[in-house]
């Protein structure tokens, strides 16, 4: 079985610029979180999905970040104009969801970003 | 959301048990205890998840009292590999509505 598949690995780009990060889940997994890592740190969600819904965006800043899951299958996490703070590791996530406790979440390999 | 705290770092070595402990005061009762590990450049992977006693898997135990107010992760017989960063998550029956602290850094030596 595939897991969580991520792209790009790794990107640097210069403070200002657009960026974009994509995301694919496990087949059957209805919810898709995305968090951000920074160095030394616990992951940090930023939003949830379940299916193609975000019910928790209360950590995404809304001002640069958005996020989209059309089809509620794969994700895209943009950020535009990125900032020096915005370096980081942004992992997504998968898990079944509706079983109505707390879901072994799946991770992939994140998305290493490095603002200049 | 229940707040977690761990140690920052332990040391171990080979072939020895670690047991990292987790405290969580304001657990819910419908909260969960969940274990993740973490190697560099990857992202987190469950280990073990419980509700209350004792949880056992084919990689580690987790070990809740009653008040369940705390938590311990078992690992037996550790090896250089299991050298990563341990997370203890607790959270409610809605998924995602746990917190990752800043884990503890588990170092095996030789």
Redesign the interface.
Known sequence: EAG?VQSPRYKIIEKKQPVAFWCNPISGHN?L?W?RQNL??????LI?YENEEA??DSQLPKDRFSAERLKGVDSTLKIQPAELGDSAVY?C?S?L?G????????????T?LLVL | LAKTTQPISMDSYEGQEVNITCSHNNIATNDYITWYQQFPSQGPRFIIQGYKTKVTNEVASLFIPADRKSSTLSLPRVSLSDTAVYYCLVGDTNAGKSTFGDGTTLTVKP
């Open positions: 969580v919810t979180y968090y030394g740190q616990g992951p940090e969600l949830r019910v928790d992992l996530a898990s969801g079983t109505g406790r707390q879901e072994t979440q799946y991770f992939g390999p994140g290493r």
